[in-house]
């Protein structure tokens, strides 16, 4: 008895070729159009959402020199203005 080892490689031709294309299809097609386009915007809103924490996260674990150095130059420009070391609210 002899196995033959052939693989199915899929149907290669269209399942729908002699049926028309009617204004269901249409209707279907654009349901279909408008229920991707919102996941994409859900999509997008996220990873614009989940960049904007990362973000922040990341200056508040490393915040700018110019952040650091914000109280000396507040600090500064009270001794510039009055002459004195002064506490500025």
Do not use: H, W
């Amino acid at each position: 008895m002899a196995v033959c080892c052939v693989q199915f490689e899929g149907y290669g031709g269209s399942l729908c070729t002699k049926d028309p294309y009617d204004k269901d299809d249409e209707e279907a097609d654009e349901i279909y159009y408008n229920i991707d386009e919102r996941m994409d915007e859900k999509r997008r809103d996220r990873r614009e959402k989940r960049l904007k924490d990362e973000l922040e996260r990341y200056r508040q674990e490393r915040p700018k020199i110019q952040q650091q150095f914000s109280d000396l130059k507040v600090r500064d420009a009270c001794l510039f203005t009055t002459g004195t070391t002064c506490v500025c609210d």
